[in-house]
């Protein structure tokens, strides 16, 4: 399934759930009424996701001392063949990055304060390497539509069990009120892991380093483990936009974690290594 083909195959399913939501709050005249908001987030999504998405950051130029970034970029781009996108930087001390736009024309990469600080010229290649695989393998549309959609839902469900009839079906509001946002977690869940492993091999291959990518996820997660991002600083329904997932996941909500663990990412990595190792030994 194409990446264009899955954005708007998640469009459509955020619409159903939108749908969904307003007929159990409103019956067929409040399904109408979803579908009508749907129309509007679908466009809004598509057009200006990645702004919503930077916005909630407060994601800025970067100043003076922070532009290696977009050095680093502007070469990886020119190797990936690709447009070279503009750095953004978000003022946070938890090392991360993300990327997001419609399309590699429009494309930004977002790093935090603390990633320029945690990491090393080879180690940041390697992190921008895998954004900029998101960028080429446009994962970068899906990812901000499926945030901005999924907190759509999950703001019309609690919004809906709060001031609806509950009293018409208490149970109907109940089931609204968690199985929406639940869908809409299990949607981003399926979509970032796959795309996780493989922006981390087109990375290795990019960068022919794969382990400096490893030494850089074993420096995030450790700081994060330690000090994660506060929600107040974002939002749990960006979690997989980011290399690492920077918010806590703790109990049943690990469950659902958009990112496969970092001993799997690891060790598919390390297989990388070995497999370019074997192509230049057979050269």
Known sequence: MSNIFKTFFLLFLMTILLMWVGEMVGGPRGMMLALGVAAVMNWVSYYFSDRIVLKL??????????????????NLAA????????????????????????NPQHAVV??????LEALNDRELSAVLAHELSHVKNRDILTGAVVATMAGAITMIARLAFWFGDRGRNIVASLAMLILAPLAA????????????????????????RPMDLV????????????????????????????????FTRQGLASLFSTHPSLDK???????????????????
């Open 57 to 74: 950051y407060k994601a800025r130029e970067p100043e003076a001392g922070e532009r290696r970034a977009a050095a680093l970029v502007e």
């Open 79 to 102: 190797q990936a063949n690709l447009p070279s996108p503009r750095v953004m930087v978000v003022d946070n001390p938890v090392p991360n990055a993300f990327a997001t736009g419609r």
């Open 110 to 115: 977002a790093v935090t304060t603390g990633i």
């Open 185 to 208: 977690m299990i949607i981003q869940m399926a979509v970032s892991r796959s795309r996780e492993f493989a922006a981390d091999r087109s990375a290795g291959i990019l960068t022919n």
């Open 215 to 246: 030494a850089a996820l074993e420096k995030i997660q450790g700081s994060v483990s330690r000090r994660p991002m506060p929600e107040s600083a974002g939002s749990n329904i960006t979690a997989h936009l980011f290399i690492i997932n920077p």
């Open 265 to 283: 990412r690891a060790k598919r990595l390390q297989d990388l290594d070995q497999e370019l190792r074997g192509m230049v030994k057979g050269i």
